[in-house]
């Protein structure tokens, strides 16, 4: 017995040990439940075989057989009560359980002996009997087959008994019947193994599950004792239902007023920031209309007059049937997290220096601008006039402060919705939404009137100015990159016109900044392909009648433009920085000309500020004039007063190394643009050059006779030599001549020449000096190009 129900504990599965009981316990329960209505079934069985065989059967056993069954069957069946009154029936030991398989044990014994004792008696229709009966109850054995034990208690007796008394009946068909009972039997045993099975893998899962979630719940007790994070709960209308003490702590709000709380409406309510908010606000709303979970919704939260910031996550719960049950989720204060964050995202989006927005979030802006305003939006780009040289003279700190005030007034000169951004260095942008060109216009000047008022840093009153290009969206650009391309060629010609003022974007200015490109890509070409020339011009000495100089003047002759103007190249040249190499070749080119000239003649360079500011201009000088074999006292540099903006002390430096090196030093196109006559002072310059613009009108404008009058005076008193530019009449001259000018250039003595014919030039005059050779008798009609 012992031996076979181990083999058939092999074949059951393994319930764990911590288990054990609580199984049992399922096990008796479903014993108890069916127990009754087979226990009834088998009064009735019993009843039916006592009336069958009354007249055929021993009345002893037959007797015998009923009482004792009554007896058991009822002793099982008070036990199955008591049992089931028992309110908490959580825990049943190993003995009691054996108690109950024993009662079923001695019922399965008991009907074993039914058709051992009745059988060999029996005519063909009680056989019939016996065997419907016996296999009734060995198949019951598949309905208690939880208790494993108890349905084999049954079903094996009843079956070795019903096997035995075929085999012993007299009739024909025994040996039949007796395989037919083995079998059908098998067949049982096999449904009732598998039935227990998947009884005790049922029972045992759904035990471990229930433990699971004992261990969930318990850890979550734990963690919200132990965390700043509070659990939250609601009903199905969304209400919140589950308060708990974490919760009321972390919120400060009584339990009262929690509970019932519709929970998006409770937590809108606690919002703060209305902008960082409304997108996690609309995501949690959503998610509750669509029964969808959610994760680490952050959102900005005012909790007694302090700010904090939470992240909100939670997961819709569902009865077994499906139906909604509410939210379920965990609430945390992520406020270090969330500010640590944004000053992250703050620092990468904003400028440090003066907290205005960078360059990046200014695109992002003026990409949102173009997706949301249906209106007209303008873009302003400053770029600040003479900051460089109050940086390089004053030192960076100065430089910074007035950046930051630079700012500050940029900022107040817009309203709150506009955005103003530091693009970089002295660039500044600013976005104005829903304007028209007219108010961008008003801004324009109300920023340069600001930015040029002075400034006081530092205990130093500061003063520069501001040039800004406008472009306005969308009818000057459907995209972000352009409408600031197009502020960016508004703002090239502000400051090519004349700076401190501002410039609306047009459709010409991309065609010439195209042009420009262009032009410039060939430039970088003209050097190699030899395509400059010089031509020269002279500067007449009207004391002496000869050619005291003759100014070089560079040609460009394009491949297919012809003769491009040096108005239009050498600002290009300047931009692109290819002005040292061509300024190189200019020198070298001119000082070569010049040593075949005759007599003492000198030969003017013009010298842009950016070769000024190049380190290698000195030694480019020299080899210049070694090459040559050019005396250095014949060389003139013409330079204009823009190379002192920088404010440099170098500036004055390298004017006296030239100086010392005996080079002489002019200085050009006087009059107009910075026009300081303390530029005079700062440098003992050799030649003053009056600018043409002066000579121009020096006959019909009095004011440009009184300002050339005080250029000449100056000059003398500071022993320069003074050149009138641009001399083209007769009058001109006369007067420039009265004024006390002694050295003239114009087209009424020569326009510039070829090499040929500045060479002739010279020596005829030189031939004719002292003759008094008057300029309207010019030896050479001028043959040159301007
Ligand atoms: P700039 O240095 O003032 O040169 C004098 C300009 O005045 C020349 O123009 C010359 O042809 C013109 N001019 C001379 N006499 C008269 C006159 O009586 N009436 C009029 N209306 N104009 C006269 P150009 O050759 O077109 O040169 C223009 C400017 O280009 C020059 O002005 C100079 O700033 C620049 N430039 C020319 N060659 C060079 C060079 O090799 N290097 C640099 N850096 N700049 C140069
Ligand atoms: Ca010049
Ligand atoms: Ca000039």
Redesign the pocket.
Known sequence: MNRASNAIQRLIPNVPSHLASRVRVEQVDTLANLGGAIGLVGVFAAFGIFAAFWHSASHVYLVGFLATFITIYAAAFRRSLIWRRQSNRKEMSHGAYRVRNLHVGLIGLLWSTMPVSLAPHADSNQILLIVYVSSGLIASSVVIAPTLLAAFAISIPVMSGTLIAMLMSRGEAGPMLAGLVIVYSSLIFVSTIHSHRVFIQRTVGRMELEEQRELVGLLLRDFEQESSDWLWQTDAAHRLNRISDRMIQALGIPESDLRGQEFTHFVSSLTDDETATSAALTHLRQSFVKQDAFRDLRLAIKLQDRHFWWSITGKPVFEKDGAFKGYRGVGSDVTAAEESRLQIAHMASHDSLTGLPNRAFFRDALTSAYRSSSGQFALLWADLDGFKSVNDTLGHPTGDALLIAVATRLRACVRSEDIVARLGGDEFAILLHDVNRCEADELAKRVIDSISAPYHVNEMRLSIGVSLGLSLAPSDAKKPDDLLKNADLALYKAKTEGRGTWRFYEVAMLESAQERGALQNDLRLALEREEFSLVF?PIMNLDSGCVSSA????RWTHPEQGNV???RF?KLAEETGL?ISI?EW?LHRACREAAHWPGQACVA????PV?FRDTSLLRTIDAALTESGLPASRLIL?ITESIFLAEDETVLATLHHLRKRGVSVAL??FGTGYSSLSYLRSFPFDKVKID?SFIRDIATDGDALAIVRAIIGMAKSLGMIVVA????TDAQLALVRSEGCTRV????YS??LGCKDIRLYITRLAVDSGLGVEPTSTLITATGT?
């Not at 360079?605 to 842009?608: A, F, R």
């Not at 530019?725 to 083209?728: L, Q, S, T």
């Not at 250039?745 to 009424?748: A, D, H, K, P, R």
């Open positions: 011009q100014e070089a003047l560079l103007p040096p108005d050498i002005i300024g200019v360079v013009n010298l842009s070769q013409e050009d196109d043409k530019e641009g001399v083209e250039q114009g087209y009424l326009r510039p301007t």
